[in-house]
Nanobody
């Protein structure tokens, strides 16, 4: 199983970016998914999570600006980021709890990260 994040880049304050995370491999089901970020010198922090049923949760710092979504048919996870601020600058990682065919147990997987830089 692999998670491949993409969509990062350099954007000016107030701009937008859309991150994508593609899940591939032998998958029975995907439980919760999420986006995390890590800025230089800081610990990795939760940005947003979404359940298999579509219920979402956001960090206070991104509420009203970021939207997490998933396409269960395509095994994709997205993060629409609007009104970006310099403090959003970080490496963004996608995460998913995935159940394989055998053994039929949930395992936590991480993508490789994609850099988001918000600067004028």
């Amino acid at each position: 199983v692999q998670l491949q994040a993409s969509g990062g880049g350099l954007v000016q304050p107030g701009g937008s970016l859309r991150l994508s995370c593609a899940v591939s491999g032998s998958i029975f089901s995907i439980n919760h998914m999420g986006w995390y970020r890590q800025a230089p010198g800081k610990q990795r922090e939760l940005v947003a999570t979404i359940t298999s049923g579509g219920s979402s949760n956001y960090a206070d710092s991104v509420k009203g600006r970021f939207t997490i979504s998933r396409d269960n048919a395509k095994d994709m996870l997205y993060l629409q980021m609007n009104m970006l601020k310099p403090e959003d600058t970080a490496v963004y990682y996608c995460n998913a709890e995935i159940v394989g065919w055998y053994p039929r147990e949930p395992v936590d997987y991480w993508g490789q990260g994609t850099q988001v830089t918000v600067s004028s």
